[in-house]
């Protein structure tokens, strides 16, 4: 049996430890506060001579695994991420090195749950404020001051549903709170099985609502989600409760809502810059506040569970190979990856796209294929689809081609595999669709020679790259428009590369696909937006 050696750069529980050192064939080394150098910034020259000794490592946030690191391990297959954010470690190089990264993303599900949810009550009732006014012996007053609002029969806004989200929700039930819940890939039928009612977009589930709690990863989409119009939204005297990321919150736009008593007050665990200045303006306001600094995985319960997950992971893998928890492209033998690569990238391109153009919410993603690709094993190739549709606005749960098929699960998203149905002239397809009802989004791409191609978008018949910035403008089939279009860009000084056009055959409707340079600028989408005869604009990285 082979023996493996494993390295601990970071403190984790004992418990883990043990479980990964009781497993034949496995050697570990707890070796911690020897591998990064906060001064430099660097790893330290120490722990560059001690990695290339090891095949297994486990860190924490304190180890910086960079590309100068992968450079000299030479034995190194897998690292261990006892948490859920990898920041701290160079995925891009880990991939090119082969070695796997893995993440414990359900160890501290629980922790943050509870955290989120004692914000909230904390919000709710003033706990801190009237905490703070009895050690200072200001009992009567306090009790005067700090009237409570109750939870019993609000309607709580929960913004992303994921493990987090999930676990927020059953327990705000138990309080009695009608739960309303926007994420855009839980369908109708897992919102029934929850016990949720579904809101198909975020100004619809806040619209109204008393509490809303956010459980969404940090985005371009995302930043500020919860801005002053979607506040303004809401009830007269809500509550707002954020321990995701900072960013979500529009912190100026909060205070104003605050500052007009429109909002009743927050609960934060994370801000938009952290640590947070001493004088940051919210910190100025004296009732219905709650603010932690980051805590939402702090408790013994979460960090020993996240230690033993990861040792157990790294257990598995070396003994049985399995690989759960992967956050980059798994290993794949030369065979398969001879014979399916070609089509990864595009199955990806495919399912991104789709992700940007298709129903929000859909049921079910069917892929369809037609030619060579079809005698292939394309479970391969579909959960590529469904990883490039599932991670372009699911980051929380680190999609990969490891996990998508559960996360789909976990959001009621059914998939499904069949031959080709759109009429074509190539001898070669890759087609995915959505499908919400009776309403169906489908994108599909082939290959000319070994050159991938997009060459159909909803209904449409185009030919664009799979790659790049891309620019999708829907209009009224009408002369003039594509003038239009590209005169705005030429205006805003954004060059185009490349354009495709394709109009419905009763040519009520166009689209151009558009390749372009540099990302459009917002005034210039937003210009095109406000067009009277455009009924769509897109602009998005594939």
Same mark, same amino acid.
């Given at each position: ?15 883990g430890v043990e479980a990964l050192a009781a497993a034949a064939g496995i050697t570990v080394d707890v070796k911690t506060g020897i591998s990064f150098d906060p001064k430099t910034g660097k790893p330290t020259e120490e722990f560059l001579k001690l990695i ?169 989409? !995302?930043? @500020? ?6 506040? $303004?939204?809401? /009830?007269? &005297?809500?509550? +707002?409760?954020?321990?995701? *990321? ?45 603010? !932690?600094? @980051? ?6 319960? $979460?960090?020993? /569970?996240? &230690?033993?997950? +990861?040792?157990?992971?790294? *257990? ?47 049921d079910t993603i069917k892929v369809s294929y037609l030619g060579p690709v079809s005698e292939l094993d394309t479970e391969l190739v579909t959960r590529t689809v469904l990883t490039g549709f599932l991670a372009y606005a699911h980051e929380e749960s680190q ?144």
């Open positions: 049996m082979a023996n493996y050696r494993v390295l601990v750069s970071d403190p984790i529980s004992e418990k290339p000794e090891y095949h297994g490592l486990i860190v924490r946030s304190e180890t910086k695994v960079t590309a100068e690191v992968f450079a000299v391990a030479k034995n190194l297959k897998v690292i261990g991420r006892a948490g859920v954010g990898v920041d701290n470690i160079d995925r891009s190089a880990a991939t090119d090195h082969g070695v796997i990264v893995m993440n414990t993303p359900t160890g501290n599900t629980i922790s943050t749950a509870e955290h989120a949810f004692t914000l909230m009550l904390a919000t709710a009732r003033n706990i801190g404020p009237a905490h703070a006014e009895v050690l200072k012996g200001n009992f009567k007053a306090a009790r005067k001051t700090y009237q409570g609002i109750e939870l019993n029969g609000k309607r709580l806004a929960v913004l992303g549903m994921g493990r987090i989200g999930t676990e927020f929700a059953k327990r705000a039930q138990s309080f009695n709170m009608h739960v309303v819940a926007y994420d855009p890939f839980l369908s109708q039928a897992r919102a029934d099985q929850l016990k949720v009612e579904l809101a198909g977009t975020p100004d619809a589930a806040l619209a109204g609502a008393d509490v809303v709690t956010l459980h969404v990863p940090l985005t371009d989409e !995302t930043k @500020h989600i919860l801005n002053a119009k979607r506040l $303004a939204s809401m /009830n007269a &005297g809500a509550l +707002v409760i954020n321990c995701a *990321r900072g960013g979500l919150i529009d912190e100026e736009a909060l205070k104003a809502a605050i500052d007009s008593g429109h909002i009743a007050g927050c609960g934060l665990d994370v801000f938009e810059t952290e640590p947070p200045s001493a004088d940051h303006p919210l910190f100025t306001l004296g009732k219905h506040i709650a603010f !932690t600094p @980051h805590l939402g995985a702090s408790t013994n319960e $979460a960090q020993e /569970n996240v &230690g033993i997950q +990861v040792a157990e992971q790294l *257990r598995d893998y070396f003994i049985t190979g399995e690989i759960r928890n992967a956050v980059n492209m798994p290993n794949l033998d030369s065979r398969t990856l001879e014979s399916v690569g070609p089509y990864l990238d595009l199955a990806t391109s495919l399912g991104k796209l789709l992700s940007k153009i298709a129903p929000a919410q859909c999609v990969n081609l490891v996990n998508a098929p559960a996360v789909a699960k976990a959001l009621g998203l059914q998939i499904t595999e069949s031959t080709v149905a759109l009429a074509t002239n190539c001898t070669e397809l890759i087609e995915v669709s959505a499908i919400k009802g009776n309403e169906v989004c489908t994108v599909a791409g082939t290959f000319y020679g070994k050159s991938p191609r997009i060459v159909h978008i909803s209904g449409h018949n185009v030919e664009t790259s799979p790659s790049g910035r891309i620019l999708f403008v829907e209009n009224d089939d009408r002369p003039g428009m594509v003038g239009l279009i590209g005169n705005s860009l030429g205006e805003a000084g954004v060059n185009i590369a490349n354009m495709a056009l394709s109009r419905t055959e009763d040519r009520t409707s166009a689209v151009t696909v558009i390749e372009v340079d540099t990302e459009p600028p917002a005034e210039l989408l937003e210009k095109l937006r406000s067009t009277p005869g455009i009924i769509r604009v897109l602009s998005f990285e594939l």
